[in-house]
């Protein structure tokens, strides 16, 4: 079965750089959410999508943006880059209604961030 | 907003004893607690979820139980595996808002042989 699709898998910037990472819900999956990670914490909640319209918003700073664009994939744009963003980023989707109206959230597996 | 709890930070058992993992909630809307399993660095893997319409949920070695008047639930493995080490995070959502989760610190689990 199709899965969640994170690009790129890992990314290495200099401070002050932008990055842009990109995610490909599953199928007919019509939300979208952006987790922050860093080393030995839990998944943060960033910014969500549904119906390519942002749906909530949450510990996300002003340096970032997102989008979902309109077939149903993301782009989390980061600018301005520090030290403190290199984290593993990430993307989960889900489909309202599905599974008895419990929303399951699938997450891809993650693009590493590092900030040099 | 929500806050998640849970303990232990980490947890060390005999390979076939049981491990119990605690949570504790603090907003009485959140409706849904989804369990999820991480090994190093890779992706977080539903293992169990439970609504909160339900006290107890079971699949196999695996289990669930919830107590929204004490606004706590755990998840309780039993006969453990080797294969079972990796860090456990649980989480709560809202049915009504956007359903974000909003996960607890996490529970490293070593299973030893």
């Known amino acids: 079965a199709a899965g969640v699709i994170q690009s790129p898998r890992h990314l290495i910037k200099e401070k002050r750089e932008t990055a842009t990472l990109k995610c490909y819900p599953i199928?007919?999956?019509?939300?979208v959410y952006w987790y922050q990670q860093g080393p030995g914490q839990d998944p943060q909640f960033l910014i969500s999508?549904?119906?390519?319209?942002?749906?909530d918003k949450g510990s996300i700073p002003d340096r970032f943006s997102a989008q979902q664009f309109s077939d149903y994939h993301s782009e989390l744009n980061m600018s301005s880059l520090e030290l403190g963003d290199s984290a593993l980023y990430f993307c989960a989707s889900s489909r309202r209604g599905d599974s008895g109206g419990r929303n399951i959230q699938y997450f891809g597996a993650g693009t590493r961030l590092s900030v040099l | 907003g929500e806050n998640v709890e849970q303990h232990p930070s980490t947890l060390s058992v005999q390979e076939g004893d049981s491990a119990v993992i605690k949570c504790t909630y603090s907003d009485s809307a959140s409706n849904y607690f989804p369990w999820y399993k991480q090994e190093l660095g890779k992706r977080p893997q539903l293992i169990i979820d439970i609504r909160s319409n339900v006290g107890e949920k079971k699949d196999q070695r695996i289990a669930v139980t919830l107590n929204k008047t004490a606004k706590h639930f755990s998840l309780h493995i039993t006969e453990t595996q080797p294969e079972d080490s990796a860090v456990y995070f649980c989480a709560a959502s809202e049915r009504d808002s956007s359903y974000k989760l909003i996960f607890g610190s996490g529970t490293r689990l070593l299973v030893r042989p």
């Open positions: 999508f549904y119906e390519k319209m942002q749906s």
């Open positions: 199928p007919r999956h019509d939300t």
